[in-house]
């Protein structure tokens, strides 16, 4: 473009300078100017006048973009290198500065003080209480646990010391989430959230308990069990569960969905237990004081009553006497050296009638099957192994039996100690005998599918099975036994139907199987005993394999 316009210059200059050049030498003839050609002239003239200028101007824009762009990369590098340089001066002298504005804010709140007691739940509060100021004051994660250290005094001070001993030459402190790992598994460690677990699982309303009372008591140990409060569902059938049983009844035709409404449903039903109740008494007292006004003057005194006794204080049992619990005698005979279960008087008190005594009074119960031949030989029970504690058991599930049991061999394995019944208990044997039984291991976890049950099971010496559950523990938890499929079906209300299928029945019916004790009884009664030796004939016999042969090989070779 430069190019052309300084060959269209060029040609202007020429021709003005050839005109003026022609007439110095002569005067050349007049000749008629071309107003056309004139006027082209300045229009071309003009027109790369005006590119030229348009050049221009776009030069200087590219020209004005450039050190514009230039003056904003200076602008972003000297930004950067201002950031750099405040964080720099931050990271030295910001966070002794923001712990301590961050701690004025903290202990403006009152946060709770940690010795290192002994109650693990102390333990879980101060961690519950001390989350709740951090959220409200919204503070990062980085400074909860420089925060939280001042709080720890006592044990919990010289637990913390140990374990800044343990992290010397760490750079950093631990995050939160570490800090409470650390803290639970000193002070509430897995096997306490568990027991705290089992507690929530066998948690009933008593007698003496409202149910605001139990509802409170409930709140506090769900939160050890989560997965089953989470469900709002779940939550209220197992608030249900453990509400009085006059209060469960007028409630079990209802579904709730949500623990609120069962709330509200028992505090409702035990209003209503409390009106009808003041309204006995007072039918009583009227009827009491109109007989008092009817009464003839002349009476006899009241007739004698039963002499009451006050309650042990070793045994907490009503009884005269010497409290045979402290003594360690025997409940049966009242002898020292052996207990109920070994006195040689038991057979005494199994094939004679019981009486109740002043030391003890016993209820009563049965147990139609012992052992599998008494399983086999009914339709109204289920067999088959289910954990028991976390431990596989062989279980039978039988209508029959009154109550649930465990046998002593498999109570050892729980290593737990059992309890003592209120009152000892004369189970009836399908052998027709009556056998005393005073222990208890209470609150047994039954694993079924998914779902855990709890059972109080009665010590009972057998040993074909591991447990017996009766009909107490199947009317609880709404089973029944289904005798063709052999399976146990729970129809629990508000939650969905659960099947246990039990082992399959015996594919021979023509072999007949009785127990070790059938056997000692048929002896006892005269029957013939034959004893079997198997030998197995399918192997060749050698000579190495017989006494005496063996030695003269020779001989019977």
């Not at 509430?188 to 409202?210: A, C, P, V, W, Y």
């Amino acid at each position: 473009m430069r190019n052309r316009e300084n060959e269209v210059l060029a040609n202007i200059a020429a021709r003005r300078r050839g005109a003026r050049g022609r007439g110095v030498a002569r005067k050349p003839a007049e000749q008629t100017p071309n107003p056309a050609a004139t006027q082209a002239d300045f229009a071309g003239a003009s027109q790369v006048m005006t590119q030229l200028l348009q050049m221009q101007q776009q030069m200087q824009q590219q020209m004005q973009q450039q050190m514009q762009q230039q003056m904003q990369m200076q602008q972003q590098v000297q930004q950067q290198m201002q950031m750099q340089m405040q964080q720099q001066v931050q990271a030295t002298v910001q966070p002794a500065q923001s712990i301590e504005s961050y701690y004025e804010r903290f202990r403006r709140l009152n946060p709770p003080m940690f010795d290192g007691g002994a109650d693990p739940l102390v333990a879980e509060t101060w961690i519950r209480e001390v989350e709740k100021m951090f959220k409200a004051l919204q503070y990062l994660e980085e400074v909860k646990v420089r925060l939280a250290i001042p709080m720890l005094k006592g044990n919990a001070e010289f637990w913390w010391t140990a374990i800044e001993a343990a992290l010397e030459g760490e750079d950093e402190l631990p995050t939160w989430e570490e800090f409470k790992k650390m803290f639970y598994d000193q002070y509430f460690s897995e096997s306490i959230r568990i027991s705290k677990e089992n507690e929530f699982l066998s948690l009933r309303q008593t007698n003496d308990m409202t149910v605001l009372e139990y509802a409170n008591k409930f709140t506090k140990l769900g939160r050890f069990c989560p997965q089953m409060i989470e469900i709002e569902r779940s939550k209220a059938n197992r608030f249900e569960q453990g509400l009085r049983d006059e209060i469960r009844s007028r409630l079990s035709v209802l579904i709730f969905t949500s623990y609120g409404e069962a709330l509200e449903r028992a505090l409702k039903v035990e209003a209503d237990l409390k009106k009808s109740g003041k309204k006995r008494d007072e039918q009583k007292r009227a009827e009491t004081s109109r007989n008092l006004m009817n009464r003839p003057r002349n009476f006899e005194g009241p007739p004698n009553k039963k002499k009451k006794f006050k309650a042990c204080y070793y045994c907490d049992k009503m009884h005269s006497g010497p409290c045979l619990k402290r003594m360690g005698a025997c409940f049966i005979c009242g002898q020292p050296g052996h207990i109920a279960r070994d006195c040689p008087n038991k057979k005494k008190v199994e094939s004679g009638p019981s009486r109740p005594t002043d030391q003890m009074q016993r209820g009563a119960a049965r147990v139609y099957a012992l052992t599998r031949q008494d399983a086999s030989a009914s339709d109204r029970v289920v067999a088959g192994m289910i954990p028991i504690n976390s431990v596989d058991a062989s279980v039978l599930f039988d209508s029959g039996a009154t109550h649930s049991f465990i046998s002593s061999k498999f109570s050892a394995s729980l290593h737990l100690m059992p309890d003592k019944l209120d009152e000892p208990l004369l189970v009836a044997t399908p052998l027709k005998k009556t056998v005393v039984v005073d222990s208890v291991h209470k609150n047994c976890i039954i694993q079924i599918e998914d779902r855990k049950f709890l059972a109080d099971l009665v010590l009972l010496d057998m040993y074909d099975f591991d447990v017996i559950l009766g009909m107490n523990w199947l009317s609880e938890y709404h089973a029944h036994i289904d005798c063709f499929g052999k399976r146990v079906v729970f129809q629990i209300p508000g939650e969905q139907e659960i099947f246990y299928q039990g082992d399959a029945p015996t594919k021979n019916p023509s072999l007949h199987i009785i127990s070790a004790m059938s056997v000692r009884k048929a002896l006892r009664k005269g029957c013939q005993a034959y004893l079997a030796c198997v030998v197995d004939t399918t192997k060749e016999t050698r000579l190495e394999d017989i006494p005496i042969v063996r030695e003269y090989p020779e001989v019977f070779s």
